[in-house]
């Protein structure tokens, strides 16, 4: 029969949410307390776990729009015989007065279901590993004591799918990558025609991008500098035995040039405050903002107290925020507080950018693709790798000399990153 | 501990599935609350809980998980426990329980029963005139009682360093003419030694201690808050390492007492326990109107047209 589960007041005193993501489709089989939609309410944003394990009969609510509390997010055949339970005793908060259904029909006590002969054993960690990776604990065959499920034996576990039934579903795994050499998700540029509210992180987008552009007076200095070096420095490095070498990337090596870049300038790592401006803010901490494309659109995950993080911190610090805000695992606190941001828009392909400041920073520094051009060397034209750089800067705070200067100063350390190694 | 924990991650699905009403996880404290269950005698001594600690306070009895459950379904027994427990109902008026803690341990005097009473707050309740008044009291009547505070850096959002000037909350503890302790709470041992200690001297009539156990709210203050906006990433992330049950795990992985199998054991009992606690609380009858039967013993007039409106199904 099918388990109802209406919209609970998580918090106190809510009144409705927004649906942001489902993790389940109809037909999917799930387990109690697998994860099966996000929503944000006006306190935070919250997924909410399964009650029943069971199959998705309906779901509630297509993801933007809201549900009230008490209306129906998702139905679920639990395999019980009785009808529901949707309505056991009502949740204190929900204050369900004067329902004449609520507390009248308590689940009786002394059935069947516990948690040691429901599901397969494994510790929780495993368990995680399993939800991550897709895999179907009830279809992995444990080797560890009495039959326990290890880690290695998910990992051995061919990707689930029986041949027949219904798929199961679990959150995507997050995956480390490369900053933007991801390749984007075929939604790319996929909207179906008619009149679309803006909302979501497309609406932050939209009215962060209008402030900035209404409020920033740019100007851009562009450079393309020989890679040779940083080529070689970076293959040299990452074969380098020692945690976060595998993670270092031109992003990683330009962020550790560009923190100290704004150590020598720290007006670059300043803003405006006001419209049309009122104060100039030095912050005292240096958070390089790292743009970062996901399936959902544009996120900045920011490196916080990145001033003197040696390069292999950078690159990890780098990697792990970029496969988060690829999940969907970001913070609020992970988002929040950039002085700087770094724009990779060159892993799309492109050469040169004209990239936005975000409102609350000075400057951006935008990289492009490195790819073999023709470069003039002592009278001769010859093939090198070349990477082009850009800095975008708020002429309010920003005069050209600056910009240049500190552009050269980032170029330089490119051109030869061994000085990122000498003193970070 | 680890029941403790499990425990907690189970109760915040009920409250995501609408099943149960606010809490507050127990994640970070486990250590500071079983170590001193451990230390104090269920058979004399009192616990005064604040509002993140019933889940590891089993030592005084598997009643109240029981109870704890009820009270978080909304069921007014929860907050009736049986006389030979001896846990009192929690409190979430912010300090109101250490008066009554002082109050409690001074009757014990009085009637020439062996025991302490211990009572739990954090660091945002030290701030609170009760906290001060009783404490005061305490220090003047030599009163047995422990007054333990889990300094978990964070009052909902404020930080330790909005909360006090003083360099520690221990230090407090001189101005009532009582010995202050400062321990680290991620230790199950050095809490299990303070709280012995602070017994010890109590039972020989040598009054009460303040105990100062440094932690870190590993988890949310409530179901209802949302640490990521306030808490820093980073020190979270280091007070992840420093986690009280991975601590003592460490330490018992070293001594042959303690492994993974046992730890999956330990998790699955604990998972059944707090599932067949669930079902046993909301089998319980209760009535609709069951929110008026504990205010008075008699109800007031506007009481009285309250409880018939709502047994009317009136707004």
Known sequence: ?424 | MVEARTQAARLWNLQRQGQVGTLAPIDGHEAVVAATAHALDPTHDWILPQYREPLALQRFGPEVLEQYMLYNIGHPDGSRFPPSVRVAPLQISLATQIPHAVGLAWGMTLQDEPGVTTVFFGDGSSSEGDFHEAANLAGVLKAPVILLCANNQWAISTPLHQQTAAETLADRAVGYGMPGVRIDGNDAAAVFDAVDEARQRALDGGGPTLIEAVVYRLGAHTTADDPTRYVPAEDLEAARRDDPIERLADHLVGLGLWDDETRSAVEAEAMTRVDEAFERAIAQPLATDAIFDHCFATDTPRMARQRAALLDGAP
């Open chain 1, 1 to 424: 029969m099918a388990h109802v589960f209406r919209l609970p007041d998580i918090g106190e005193g809510l009144d409705e949410a927004e649906i942001v993501e489902w993790f389940v489709a109809i037909g999917d089989v799930v387990v109690r307390d697998q994860a099966l939609v996000e929503v944000l309410t006006d306190k935070a944003s919250s997924e909410l776990p399964s009650p029943v394990a069971g199959t998705v009969l309906s779901l509630g609510a297509a993801e933007g729009a809201h549900l009230r509390v008490g209306e129906v997010l998702i139905e679920i055949d639990d395999g019980s015989e009785t009808a529901n339970a949707g309505v056991r005793r009502p949740p204190p908060a929900a204050g369900s007065v004067g329902d004449p259904v609520s507390g009248s029909t308590p689940r009786p006590s002394g059935t069947q279901r516990s948690a040691t002969t429901a599901r397969p054993k494994a510790a929780p960690a495993t368990r995680r590993l399993a939800l991550q990776s897709g895999i179907d604990l009830n279809t992995v065959t444990g080797t560890g004591p009495a039959g326990r499920i290890t880690a290695d034996d998910v990992r051995n576990a061919e990707t689930p799918v029986p041949a027949s039934g219904p798929k199961p579903s679990t959150r995507l795994a997050s995956r480390p990558v490369d900053a933007g050499s991801q390749p984007l998700s075929s939604t790319l540029g996929q909207m179906p025609s008619g009149r679309h509210p803006l909302r979501g992180l497309r609406g932050v987008v939209a009215r962060n991008m209008v402030q900035a552009w209404t409020e920033i007076p740019h100007i851009h200095t562009m450079d393309e500098l020989d890679a040779s070096l940083l080529v070689d420095f970076r293959i040299r490095v990452r074969s380098m035995d020692r945690p976060g070498a595998a993670q270092v990337t031109p992003l990683a090596i330009a962020a550790v040039a560009a923190a100290r870049a704004l150590r020598r300038f720290p007006v670059v790592n300043g803003h405006v405050e006001g419209h049309p401006g009122d104060a100039i803010v030095i912050p005292e901490e240096i958070n390089l903002g790292i743009a970062a494309a996901t399936g959902r659109g544009l996120v900045v995950p920011v490196v916080h107290n990145a001033g003197t993080l040696d390069l292999f911190t950078m690159a990890e610090r780098i990697a792990s925020l970029v496969a988060a805000a690829r999940a969907g695992d970001l913070t609020t606190a992970d988002l929040a507080g950039a002085t700087f941001t770094i724009t990779n828009y060159g892993s799309l392909g492109g050469r040169f950018a004209t990239p936005i400041i975000p409102p609350g920073q000075g400057a951006i520094l935008g990289l492009g693709a490195i790819a073999e051009r023709p470069v003039a060397v002592e009278g001769e034209v010859l093939a090198r790798p070349t990477l082009p750089v850009v800095l975008g800067a708020d002429h309010r705070l920003i005069d050209g000399d600056l910009a240049e200067t500190f552009r050269r100063a980032v170029v330089d350390d490119l051109i030869e990153p061994l000085h990122l190694l000498i003193e970070a």
